[in-house]
């Protein structure tokens, strides 16, 4: 004999199940939009901007020389390039950007300093700066790689590593003139 249900027992265990389900599906939903979130910002590391160059996404040369130089850098271009320089206190600034249909590929950077001082305040901000191009809204990683910068810079030898879809590459950090450069790998 076997005991009847008590009276919503049915529809409770019913509204848990359809809650449960629900539940499940809403999660499946949001893990499936994650990853084509994700999977989309991955393939924006980089934009195909001619010749087989891949480009900083969303980032135009023009955009990029106009802020240097509203910030006191010369810019002068050249066949498919940028050179911008500033001098501020003791160190020289020497920036190139290398482009391809109006974008960039790769940015190199030598700050020389006219001193022996070490590498400190301002080169250290223009270069985490220009480090994090690449990933300029992803404020996480931006992070990341100024802590990266700042510590390569502190343990004073040349380095290479790849961050994304770009090699980054810092020569002579514990010279008076530092290196820095980035491209596509």
Known sequence: MSVP????????????LVF??????FLAAGGGAYAL?????SNQMTQDCGNSYGC?????????VEALKDRGHTCEEKSSSWHCDMVIGHVYFDLWLQTSG??????????????DKALTGTGLSYLSWFAALPFRDDPVLTKEIEGWIAQQLENNKDTKATIGDYEYVLQRPEAESVEFTIREK
């Not at 449960?20 to 599906?25: D, F, G, P, Y």
């Not at 979130?37 to 910002?41: I, L, N, P, S």
Request: charged residues 25%; without cysteine; aromatic residues 6%.
């Open 5 to 16: 249900p008590a009276p919503g027992g049915d529809r409770s265990r019913r509204g848990l």
């Open 20 to 25: 449960v389900i629900a539940l499940v599906v």
């Open 37 to 41: 979130t994700r999977d989309y910002r």
């Open 56 to 64: 900083i996404p969303g980032l135009k040369v023009t955009t990029l």
């Open 102 to 115: 109006g974008y960039i590929y790769s940015v190199s950077v030598r700050l020389h300093r006219m001193d």
